[in-house]
């Protein structure tokens, strides 16, 4: 089993940055790609990004393309989600989600473990 627990997340204007933190335990956080997915109110659960277990590829959603970057320390056994220039459609609960393997999957069915999620919220 791989526990998650995202932090990070809060109120903040549009135009602002903030950044999500996802803290592993369980597991060897190395074997693991992990994505970032988020979901609104009456939408469904969508990909963000992820990143390879390696750390040494990203993958982002168009949406997150040029605004977003994930990182990991897998030293801290963490993985990170850095949000610039927020929109208020960004608002959203924000989940880190774990994949046993390299690759980076972008359909919720591709991760097994996930985290709480925390709520993102960007007003105009």
């Known amino acids: 089993q791989v526990q998650l627990v995202e932090s990070g997340g809060g109120s903040v204007q549009a135009g602002g940055s903030l950044r999500l933190s996802c803290l592993a335990s369980?597991?060897?956080?190395?074997?693991?790609?992990m994505g970032w997915f988020r979901q609104a109110p009456g939408k469904e659960r969508e990909f963000v990004g992820g990143?390879?277990?390696?750390?040494?590829?990203?993958d982002y959603a168009d949406s997150a393309k040029g605004r977003f970057t994930i990182s990991r320390d897998n030293a801290k056994n963490t993985v990170y989600l850095q949000m610039n220039s927020l929109k208020p459609e960004d608002t959203a609960a924000y989940y880190c989600?774990?994949?046993?393997?390299?690759?980076?999957?972008?359909?919720?069915?591709?991760?097994?473990?996930w985290g709480q999620g925390t709520q993102v919220t960007v007003s105009s």
């Open positions: 369980g597991r060897t956080f190395s074997n693991y790609a």
């Open positions: 989600a774990a994949r046993l393997g390299l690759w980076v999957g972008k359909s919720v069915d591709d991760y097994g473990f």
């Open positions: 990143i390879r277990s390696t750390g040494d590829m990203v």
